[in-house]
């Protein structure tokens, strides 16, 4: 099945944000390099071959499945996350694949990522303090920060809380959300939202971030309430199959999923690697430029629909070499693989 696509809200949007990402204060480039367009270009071939179309059932390691409907697909985990570094963003060695909408108007992507340092203890959950939360989130944002503008991209900026921290015990899902901007950005253009989900099991657990705009968020969320229902752990590994006596527990509590135990107990304000700052190496606002590849992913290639997926796995046959360039003067164009993007672009805002 072709899955033709436009891409107008994500393009408005991506435009204003290079246009003013040459002049703003704080914004570090106006133009990305040679060598940054051409990891762009391998990044977006990388993935074309690889885009599974739903409905199908994405194998999550040895530990989970996770099912993708009729509209969405699905870019595995070694393509993913090519793209998100060659947007800016640090590796995350857990990324499982990145889940974007077949459909245009629905401007979303969620990350999935997994973090498999023991059972996580929840009984932390009933004494979160969500300002508290709000400036060891700031704070981890900033030393962030020190890596995105060491490679030459834009500072962000946490705004505030769109949906406090709220966990639920019988299902031990977590979710949490947060508003940012890039530094300098016009205060008219919408705000970015990082829509945080949690999945606990026995051994770790999946993190489903939804990534969208402020103006979107009401209308997208259910998609990642709606993925994170379609998570399933396989038996043996539930967070309810924890044994006290053999399996590992990891070296924080729940709080730390959302800064606290984090910031207190771990030096996460201090250490690039760790918890709240993996959370924070997607680079939210990159959901422009992101959605953008990802629709000429998709745009002319034929993926695989109604089969079992794995998130690292590369099983759809390569992409047509394709050369079509955009036309950014059009408010509605059709998005291709493997396009080139144009000289003076700027890849990442």
Not at 93 to 103: F, K, M, S, T, Y
């Amino acid at each position: 099945m072709r899955v033709d696509r436009s891409f107008s809200v994500f393009l408005a949007l991506f435009m204003l944000m290079c246009t003013f990402g040459g002049t703003a204060p704080g914004l570090a480039q106006s133009e990305p390099t040679t060598a940054q367009q051409a990891e762009m270009q391998a990044a977006w071939n990388a993935a074309a071959k690889t885009a599974t179309r739903g409905p199908a059932d994405v194998k999550l390691l040895d530990q989970a499945s996770l099912k993708i409907k009729a509209d969405q697909v699905f870019v595995p985990a070694a393509e993913a996350d090519k793209v998100m570094r060659a947007l800016g963003n640090p590796s995350q060695p857990g990324r499982q694949g990145l889940i974007v909408a077949v459909d245009e108007k629905q401007p979303w992507l969620v990350d999935v990522t997994w973090t498999g340092e023991g059972y996580v203890r929840d009984g932390e959950a009933k004494e979160w303090k969500s300002d508290a939360l709000l400036e060891a989130l700031k704070e981890g944002t900033e030393k962030a920060n020190e890596d995105r503008t060491a490679r030459g991209y834009a500072a962000i900026d946490v705004v505030g809380w769109v949906e406090e921290p709220h966990y639920d015990a019988v299902s031990h899902r977590l979710v949490w959300s947060l508003s940012s901007r890039v530094r300098g950005a016009p205060a008219s253009l919408p705000q970015t939202i990082n829509y945080n989900t949690f999945a606990l099991g026995r051994e770790g657990y999946f993190s489903l971030n939804l990534i969208t705009v402020s103006n979107r968020i009401a209308a997208d969320k259910h998609v990642a309430t709606q993925l994170l229902a379609a998570l399933s752990y396989i038996p043996g590994k539930r967070y309810a199959d924890f044994d006290e006596s053999t399996d590992k527990v990891a070296a924080y509590g729940i709080g730390a999923l959302v800064g606290i135990v984090a910031a207190k107990k771990l030096g996460l304000l201090a250490v690039m690697g760790l918890l709240l700052v993996k959370a924070w190496k997607l680079v939210i606002v990159a959901i422009v430029a992101i959605g953008a590849i990802l629709r000429r992913i998709v745009g002319r290639n034929r993926p695989t629909e109604g089969v079992v997926a794995e998130s690292g796995s590369e099983t759809l046959p390569e992409a047509a070499a394709e050369s079509d360039v955009v036309d950014r003067s059009e408010l509605h164009p059709q998005i291709h693989p493997r396009e080139t993007p144009e000289p003076g672009s700027k890849s990442d805002c």
